[in-house]
């Protein structure tokens, strides 16, 4: 099978670090192994990188990592009601955490807050 470099173009827009792994394999094998490729070869190798990524990071960005957004804000009471908003976080399990909160009136007027 022919590969052209704009096969490989429209396939991915950046595909110097695969061609540069590539080359260097390639150069790899003739330097330790004494094995000298052909171009087509390698050229060859690119391409199937090229399709197996393609292929893989569509199916994951497609189905895996796109969640559907949805507006969070705040919402007051009724009147004579006060609102919590609390949040936390930690860095590593078990580690450092922390967490802290506001609270406002039903007019969205800061009353107090904390954090721990």
Request: aromatic share 12%; with cysteine; glycine share 8%.
């Amino acid at each position: 099978m022919g590969v052209t470099i704009q096969m490989l173009v429209s396939m991915i827009g950046s595909i110097a670090p695969i061609i540069m792994w590539n080359l260097w394999c390639t150069r790899n094998k003739f330097v330790f192994d004494g094995i000298q490729l052909i171009v087509s070869t390698t050229v060859s190798a690119v391409y199937a990188q090229l399709q197996v990524s393609q292929s893989t990071f569509n199916n994951t960005i497609s189905t895996a990592l796109v969640r559907p957004t949805h507006k969070v804000c705040w919402q007051h009471g009724d009147n004579d009601t006060m609102v919590l908003n609390v949040d936390g976080s930690a860095l590593t399990n078990p580690g450092k955490a922390g967490y802290g909160g506001l609270v406002r009136n039903f007019e969205e007027k800061f009353q107090f807050a904390f954090l721990w």
